[in-house]
């Protein structure tokens, strides 16, 4: 120990004194305790006060812990604290205690910076759902029952033939984290009731836990359940998850890997894992099975049915369950929600049914923001069911928070935002919107959109030559584009049926941007990049060789029909090895100059969708002119090597020239709008989804607008529907 202070004999009646004397035995202020051990100053105040009041258990052994007791003076604290002192915890092999990760493991800096950002995110969150106006709404808890909670000693961490005390676990919002932190596993099950206040909880959870963690403590990030397949490795998924909201820890991490994938592997990322029950049920015995397979740290929610259906519990839990709002909280709140006394004659009698209703915060907050000042209707004897109550509450939203909005027609944000909850059962994500459309309305959409890019970028660049040649010939530019347009349209649509629609692929947001001028490095998607641009541009020239032949025929007379059929093949065989060979090696060497973004400044679904678009505008002006350059060194190679073998071959030439210009166009063109987040985002979204009706054609204003009005929350890259119950209703 730190000081000379000795404990002695003791009792209860002095446990305030110990407290104080062991502390400042250790050299500690009250403030430095408390960050410390996690405990809030308030509590470390009233443990050192004359009346320390309920002197639970597992604060004390955080307080022993933080002070470093000797085996002796652990003891006499737990004795003055009313407890028999336990044995020592032994670490098991499954578990880790949260409290010794190493201080710099070369990852303090990125650990820093990721707290700095979840903590700007939520604190922002929680100001846009008005959880402090007027105040925050009570979210109480008990103990869950034995059956959903994991065995006290195996909670506790207390070794074989030992038996542990149970913890009280009873509290409230403002305890969350001081509660979490006594439980030793630092597993917590928070189980409620649909709109009881989990997603308040595990927000408050995190920012509690930030404000008082210390630098050897982990970061507390929350992560959806809904859009997990147990299929994934559960450290794999929360590495994908922890890049696709913050890409700057794509950056390499001290060991090699990433920095999100050292972060999770080094234990300084606190899952706290948000709605197991959105989970479908088939998955959820296989996700709990996951978890069980892991030694993580973790906060799990979920609605009490689901997680007990499963029949099993988490290892080493322990368990609270969110309690209902009662009389005294309604009459507490609601009058302070309104400057009249409208709500008063109301709550002094509550019909019982409204009064059932009403237990959950998400119904009272319905019922505040539609009904406003004045809640007369909601004693209409027609109301006369909970449920009768809850669902004319929830069809009453969306009218109280689009009154008299001009943007906005009602009747339309009520289709647009149905087709959004219907398409989207877990998160709203901008780069999956054209998920909605069918696969078959998809290929046609990339076949029309790549048709057009190709007969618009052949007929300027042909347009232009002519001009400056100062020759004519435009109707066979024309003819010309006619007839390349479909076939490279027919071409791209064909790749991306394969890749996307029937092989199941998917197109995620660029999580890196271009950098020139700097080391590059190779990664394992260079082979893999390169093999698709081979292949891709392979397709293109089989199907390009034989439509340049045919307007060649035309120009200067049509050969016997078996040498055309001949130059038909070897054409298209040329021109599939040069488009191939061209776009495998751009594509390489796009990959070499991607650079991961910088991990400094709060992420939103907005601004990853901005610095996509300049990301996919970079590209297009990178790989056209690299492109351009491949097909015709690539073109002057397969000349070189099979000129004579497979007949006479010509490409230095200036129509050579012209279609390496305009195949690199095209392709970049198409390749961006076909193959990346904001190229399919640009089609799908902005085009197709209007066109057809299902959303605004201002899709961007529509969902932030949507975040503003508490329709929508925002969870790092992607959006959520407020609650669970309210996207069921609007998908109906």
Known sequence: MAGEYRTGESHAGEFHKIVRGLRRAAGLTQEELARRSGISERTIRRLESADPGDTRIGTVKLIADALDLSAEDRRALLTAAGSDEPPEPVELPAQRDRSVLPADDGLSD?????????????????????????????????????????????????????????????????????????????????????????????IRFVLDYLSTRADTEPVPVIFSLGGWDPAVPLREWLVDRLVRDDPGLLAPGPSGSSLAAALVAAGRVLPVLDGFDELPAGLRAAALAAFNRTSLPMLLTSRPEEYAAVGTVLNWSAG???????????????????????????????????????????????????????????????????????????????????????RWPLDRVRHWLGHLAAASPVEVAWWRLGDMLSRSTRVAAVVIATSLVTAVVDIVVSAVALLVRGESGMSIALLDALLIAPVVGLAFGVIYGVMVVVLGGRVEPARVRLRLGRRVRVRPSVPARMLVGFLG???????????????RAILIGF???????????????????????????????????????????????????????????????????????GIHS????????????????????????????????????????????????????????????????????????????????QSGAVYHFRHARLRTHLSR
């Open 110 to 202: 990125a650990v820093r910076r990721l707290a700095h950002i979840v903590r700007a995110r939520w604190e922002q969150e929680e100001g846009q759902r008005g959880v402090h106006d007027p105040f925050p709404l009570p979210v109480r808890w008990h103990p869950v029952p034995e059956h959903l909670a994991d065995r006290w000693d195996n909670v506790c961490r207390v070794p074989p033939g030992a038996q542990a005390q149970p913890l009280d676990l009873t509290g409230d919002l403002s305890r969350v984290a001081e509660i979490y932190r006594a439980v030793p596993s630092g597993r917590l099950v928070v189980l409620g009731e649909a709109g009881s206040g989990k997603s308040v909880l595990a």
């Open 320 to 406: 609270v369950e969110l309690e209902g709002l009662d009389l005294t909280d309604l009459a507490n709140y609601l009058p302070r929600t309104s400057r009249t006394a409208a709500w008063e004659p109301l709550v002094d009698y509550l019909p019982p049914p409204l009064a059932e209703a009403l237990r959950t915060p998400l119904m009272v907050t319905l019922a505040r923001t539609t009904y406003g000042d004045d809640p007369t209707a909601l004693a209409d004897p027609a109301l006369d069911t909970a449920e009768v109550i809850e669902e004319h509450l929830l069809a009453g939203y969306l009218p109280s928070v689009y009154a008299d909005d001009r």
């Open 537 to 551: 541009g392979f397709v293109v020239g089989l199907g390009y060789g034989p439509i340049s032949l045919l307007l």
């Open 559 to 629: 050969p016997t029909a078996a040498d055309f059929l001949v130059g038909a093949v070897v054409n298209a065989l040329v021109l599939g090895v040069v488009y191939g060979l061209a776009a495998s090696v751009v594509l390489g060497l796009v990959t070499l100059l991607e650079s991961p973004h910088d991990l400094a400044t709060v992420t939103s679904p907005l601004t990853i969708l901005r610095t996509n678009r300049t990301t996919a505008i970079q590209l297009v002006a990178l790989l056209a002119p690299l492109l351009a350059l």
């Open 634 to 713: 690539s073109g002057a190679l397969v000349v070189v090597l099979f000129d004579g073998v497979v007949g006479e071959l010509d490409w230095n030439n200036l129509s050579s020239f012209l279609l390496s210009l305009v195949g690199g166009i095209i392709g970049a063109i198409s390749y961006v709008l076909a193959f990346t987040a904001w190229g399919q985002w640009l089609l799908f979204t902005r085009l197709c989804l209007p066109l057809l009706g299902r959303l605004p054609w201002s899709v961007t204003t529509f969902l932030a607008d949507a975040h503003t009005r508490g329709v929508l929350r």
